[in-house]
């Protein structure tokens, strides 16, 4: 079992940066590749990002320059950097986990955190 925590999220303008963090326990945490996901109002859940333990990071191709993600392994806790933010990033964004392997479908994840809310203003 893992259980997941997301903090950070809040109401900025456009241009701002924010970084949400996503604090991870259980056992084994660090066997999981842990992801960003994102869903805005009346759409689907999307994949943002994602890192294994071996720090590599993964981007989806419209997040790529913006955003990044990163893992401290010590404190079992994985960050998303998010800059030039924009008001189409409006969204509820997941800390996810699956174990062992890259899987960027949202249906596919083992563990969700409970969501943090990000609202950009124009």
């Known amino acids: 079992q893992v259980q997941l925590v997301e903090s950070g999220g809040g109401l900025v303008q456009a241009g701002d940066s924010l970084r949400l963090s996503c604090a991870a326990s259980?056992?084994?945490?660090?066997?999981?590749?842990m992801g960003w996901f994102r869903q805005a109002p009346g759409k689907q859940r999307e994949f943002v990002a994602a890192i294994n333990w071996n720090t590599r990071a993964y981007y989806a191709n419209s997040m790529k320059g913006r955003f990044t993600i990163s893992r401290d392994n010590a404190k079992t806790t994985v960050y998303l950097q998010m800059n030039s933010l924009k008001p189409e990033d409006t969204a509820v964004y997941y800390c996810a986990a699956h174990k062992y392997t890259l899987v960027t479908d949202p249906d596919s994840q083992d563990y969700w955190g409970q969501g943090t809310q990000v609202t950009v203003s124009s």
């Open positions: 259980g056992r084994t945490v660090t066997d999981y590749y």
